[in-house]
């Protein structure tokens, strides 16, 4: 059985990612406990980049090669 996350609670993770990490890059988001993975994220938001600016936590300017 697959978990539906809401938009919000993608927001939420984020966030969390971000303020735990400094930055917020896909596999920093993956090693977390509790989020969903960043694929799902990339396929809600269209990509990472548009999740982190709805999220409000920018960009780091971090290369992505994960």
């Known amino acids: 059985m697959s978990v539906k996350y809401e938009r919000e609670e993608m927001l939420e ?3 969390r990612c971000k303020q735990e990490h400094g ?3 896909p596999r920093q988001f993956n090693d977390m406990d509790d989020t969903c993975s960043a694929s799902n994220v990339i396929r809600r938001f269209g990509s990472w980049t548009d999740a982190k600016e709805e ?6 300017n971090t290369k992505y090669t994960d």
């Open 13 to 15: 993770m984020l966030q």
């Open 23 to 25: 930055v917020c890059t």
């Open 55 to 60: 999220a409000g936590v920018g960009t780091d």
